[in-house]
């Protein structure tokens, strides 16, 4: 599957455990062009939304 018309999309990634951030971070990079924002924890997940930073999508872990 390609998703490459889609474009440059930022997709945050906010996701506490490092196996499952890198495993979702490969599958979307096989997918398209994404450029995937690592965030390792809820403060660090807000102070991006917070920033200047333009996010297209947010993939967030609930249980973190």
């Known amino acids: 599957m390609s998703l ?13 455990d490092a196996f499952n951030a890198q495993l979702v ?3 979307l990079k096989k997918i398209s062009n994404f450029n995937v924002i ?15 930073q333009e996010i297209d999508m947010l993939l967030l872990d609930i249980r973190m």
């Open 4 to 16: 490459k018309y889609l474009g440059k999309k930022n997709i945050l990634l906010a996701e506490d």
């Open 38 to 52: 690592m965030a390792h924890d809820g403060k660090h997940t807000l102070d991006i939304l917070e920033s200047e």
């Open 25 to 27: 971070r490969s599958l």
